[in-house]
Every structure is written in C-alpha cells, then in structure tokens.
C-alpha cells in the first residue's frame, strides 16, 4: 500500500482521466445525441412553440427513447448493489473494443449515418467495462448495455416504408374483423367506411409502428425478469412482434365498432386517446398470459421448467461488502488513461468529420436553371414561386429549395420542386417524410419511369398517391445524385458518400413534381411525368 500522499495522487489522477473520458465522449457523440433528441422530439426546433408543445407536438416512435438511458442505469446501480461483480481487467480486449467502435462511429460520422453512431455508442460502454472490470463484469452487466439499443432511433426512410406497410395492414385487418363482427365496413386505401356515410382515416399514430418499437423494449425488460429460461426466452421476445400487432387490431376494430356505435367524433377524440394507453395494459396481459401457457403446458407434458432466481450463484455475500471500494479501485488503475487518450483522439476526429460542407448545387442556381415559363406538349406554362411552410421545413432540415407553380387556362396545376441536401454527404430526405411529417397520408406507392428524356434517357422515379382531407394528390419524385438520377433514397445516400471520397461531385437533390389527382390517378401521373420529362434537360445543363 502507498502512503496517503500517492493514494490522494492516484485519486486526483484517476478523476482527471475519467473528466476527460466524459468530455471525450460527450464531444465526440454530440451530433449523435443532438440527431437523437430532434428523433425523440421532433417539433424540438419549432421555436414558435411553447416548451410543452415542442416535447409533445411533431410525429415521434421513439418517444420512449429519453427513458431508456434512465432506465439502464437504474438496472446497473442495482446489479451492482445485489450481484458479485469481480475486477478482473481485460486491457487488451477493453481497448480492441473501445477502439473498434470509436473506429466504427468516425467511419459513420463521415457517411452521416447517425443510427451507426448510436449502435456503436453500446460499444464504447461496452469495452470501458473490459478495460476497468473485464470479462466476468460485462456477462454480470450485459442487459443494461444491450439495452441501450432501444434509445437509438432507425433511420427515419426505414421507418417510413414500414410505416406505410403497417398503415395498410392494420387498415385491412380491422375492415375483415369488422364484417366478421356484423358490421358493414369498406376500407379504400388508409379510409375506412362505414354505414351512414362515416368514415375514418387509419392515420400514422394508428398503424401499430409506435406500438411496435415500444413494446420491443418493454418486452425485452419482461423476458429479462420472467421464470422462463434459455431458448423458451427468446422465443418469448419474439413474441413482441405479434403481441404488438394483435394489439393494436384490437384497437382498431374498437375503433370501428365506437365509430359505427355513436360516431367519427368520439372515436377519434377521447377514445382514441385512452385507447392508446389501454394497448398497453393489453399487451402486458398477452404476455404474461403466454409465460403462464408455456409453463402450464411443460407442466401438462410433464416436463415442468426450473423456476431458479433471476440471479441464481451469483448473488452477493457477506465477503463482497467492499465491492463497491473494489469497483471504484479498479476504475482508477492506468486503464482509465487509455480510454482517455482513445476518447481525445475520436472526440478531435469526430469535430472534424462532423463540418458542413457548402452545397455545389444552390436554390439560385436552380432558379436560374429551371425557365420560369416552360413548354409542355405544345401548352405554354406560366409559374410563380411558392414558400414552403416551417413544419415541412423542419422535417426537411434545410432552406436552400426552390418550389414553384406551373400553370395554364383550363388544366391543373403542377407543383415543381427543387430540395437541396444542407450537407453533400448526408443527402436529401425522402418526400415520404416531409407529406406525413406536415398530417397528410400516403394512400399508395408505385414505381414510375419517365422514358425518352432527352439527353438523359430513361429516369427512374416513385410516385405516391396522398390524400390530406378532401384534397387528393400526386407525388412523382426522383434523386438526383451527382451526374445521374436514382428512385431509391439508399442508392443516392451510397453514391453521394462515393463521389465524396473520391473527390467527384458529391451534391445531392429531390426533384418533385405534384399536381391535384382527383378520381384519375393515371391522368395527374401523365401530366407529372409530362412536366419532368421537360425540366430534367435543363437540371442537366445547369446542375452537371
């Protein structure tokens, strides 16, 4: 033992060593946090809102997100306080961990894939723990680490088309248990219509997608303290899946049966709201109901499970009183300073990668690009500029767009829009995000190809049938990703990080076209297809 003097030296080392493995570590992730908590709380940077109002507002399925951290660190706390946790250091494989991930979180921080970031923030925790108490200490450890997963939200273009997906499926199969039920029920798209002329929109917040990821969690912290055990387990966390979905069915066919029952009013009103906190109470009971059947049933075949305790021979003694001393012992050994020097050096890459770069392509270069006046299949066009309303700017997370209206005597209007990405190595969002970030619902989704354009050939494009109340419209869109054009968000995001490192032009754009659809679908594609096929030669002349 030293004296009092080099153990007072050892303390002040080892806090200065874990002081800069903190700022290290909040410097180094803090676009990641910051992309996190604008993903929790979407209406966050409308300052326009009242506090309340920008935690509450905006359209989030990750509201459980901020909990998480919280909830991890409570279960550490008191695994640490109940369970024999050893200090036994693995340097070599706390640093091959740590260095891994902070390897991993600059390579994303380069590709602005800010998911990776949060996934590999699982790592870091992950190898610090190696480092200081090793191997025995993280399986002891291993469920508030893991846990973490559930705070990082999935890339928003990901959730989008599952959310679509799920949107229509709930709609189908709350229409089929209603007619099975009695009730007269027709469903078109994401609309449900019912007798009497009522009707209900199956809206995003119904489609079970928050259900979904919340209950992901919750069920990972029920299996987690269940009586079943090994493979039995597992199988009860996948259980989540179905759970959440025959969950919110229910919820939908309530919804159906109020609506039919009194009217659209009370269903989406009151009982909307109290519905969605009774889907939870509904999916606990399922699961506890499917833990009681499987350990009925191994009792029924004779073959009953051993119900042990959650920390069987492995809890603490008597002899591990001065554990906590221990833990805070090994934490201040020499291993703290190669986590800090580690964190500096990722925490300096991270600020550097993290730059904006100043777009090549400009909302002027684009008005200068596009003529006002364009020729349409003999049809002269005349347009006016538009300005886009803040909500959609927020979702957009950029100002740099140019959005204009084309119009004739006697026919629809179409919308041209020009959206440039902030950074050139992140990419434009998907218009799927900013149509259900401003209340409308996307009804279907098709691929289109503009053929014949000239110059360029064939295009690629989406197109979206949306509705926002009685106003029915549609969407064609294509990316255009340094010198060519892609339909699919994840081709752009590829190519734009590709040209980027290799030094070839990196910039990013959404061109969108929309007009009124009406009741024929076929003739507003025409006329969106018609449009772009004539302003691509000029994006191509002006935007190389």
């Known amino acids: 033992m030293g ?42 940077r409308r300052t326009n809102l009242g506090l309340y109002d920008r935690f509450v507002a905006g359209e989030s399925y990750y509201t459980h997100g901020p909990l998480v951290p919280i909830v991890s660190l409570v279960i550490f706390v008191l695994l640490v306080r109940h369970v024999r946790i050893p200090a036994r250091p693995r340097r070599t494989m706390g640093v091959a961990v740590l260095g891994g991930s902070l390897a991993v979180h600059l390579l994303a921080c380069l590709a602005r894939v800010n998911f990776v970031s949060g996934f590999t923030l699982i790592g870091v925790v992950a190898g610090l723990i ?114 959440a979905v025959v969950s919110n069915s229910v919820r939908i066919v309530s919804l159906i049966l109020v609506a039919d029952v009194w009217n659209e009013r009370v269903a989406t009103g009151a009982y909307h709201d109290l519905s969605g906190i009774l889907i939870f109470v509904l999916a606990f009971l399922l699961m506890f109901g499917l833990e009681r059947a499987v350990l009925g049933l191994r009792q029924a075949v004779g073959r009953p499970a051993e119900v042990v305790p959650l920390f069987h021979g492995v809890v603490r003694g008597p002899d591990d009183e001065a554990q906590w001393a221990r833990l805070v012992e090994a934490a201040g050994a020499r291993s703290v300073w190669l986590a800090a020097g580690l964190m500096v050096v990722s925490a300096a890459g991270a600020l550097w990668l993290n730059q904006k770069i100043p777009s090549v392509w400009n909302q002027q270069m684009a008005r200068e690009a596009v003529p006002a006046d364009l020729e349409v299949d003999g049809v002269r066009l005349h347009s006016y500029d538009l300005e886009m309303d803040e909500a959609t700017l ?12 084309y119009m004739a005597a006697g026919a629809p209007p179409i919308d041209f829009c020009i959206v440039f990405s902030q950074d050139n190595r992140k990419g434009t969002h998907p218009p799927d995000l900013c149509l259900e970030g401003g209340g409308q619902d996307i009804t279907a989704k098709e691929d289109v190809v503009i053929a014949g354009v000239p110059g360029r050939g064939n295009v690629p494009c989406r197109g979206l049938l949306v509705q926002a109340g009685g106003q029915r419209d549609y969407f064609l869109y294509t990316y255009k990703c340094g010198s060519g054009y892609s339909s699919s968000f994840w081709h752009q995001q590829l190519v734009i990080f590709a040209n980027g490192l290799l030094h070839r032009n990196a910039s990013g754009a959404l061109v969108r076209v929309s007009t009124p659809m009406g009741d024929d679908p076929g003739a507003a594609r025409e006329r969106a297809k018609r449009l772009l096929a004539v302003a691509i030669p000029y994006l191509d002349r002006s935007l190389p």
């Open 3 to 44: 004296t009092p003097g080099e153990t007072r030296s050892k303390g002040w080392a080892a806090a200065v060593g874990w002081l800069l493995v903190a700022a290290g570590l909040a410097t180094a992730y803090s676009q990641t946090f910051v992309e996190m908590w604008r993903r929790w709380f979407p209406a966050w």
């Open 130 to 243: 190696l480092l200081v108490w090793g191997g025995t200490a993280l399986r002891r450890l291993w469920f508030p680490v893991a846990f973490l997963v559930f705070m990082v939200p999935l890339p928003e273009v990901s959730v989008a088309q599952l959310n679509f997906h799920l949107k229509m499926l709930a709609a189908d199969w709350g229409v089929r248990v209603a007619n099975l039920a009695g009730m007269l029920v027709e469903r078109s798209g994401n609309q449900v219509f019912l007798e009497g002329g009522k009707s209900l929109v199956i809206a995003n917040v119904c489609n079970g997608l928050r259900t979904l990821i919340s209950l992901l969690a919750f069920g990972a912290l029920y299996v987690y303290v269940c009586k079943l055990r090994g493979a039995w387990r597992l199988g009860l966390f996948a259980m989540t899946v179905p759970v």
């Open 394 to 405: 927020t979702v957009l997370e950029t100002r740099d767009y140019l959005y204009r209206r």
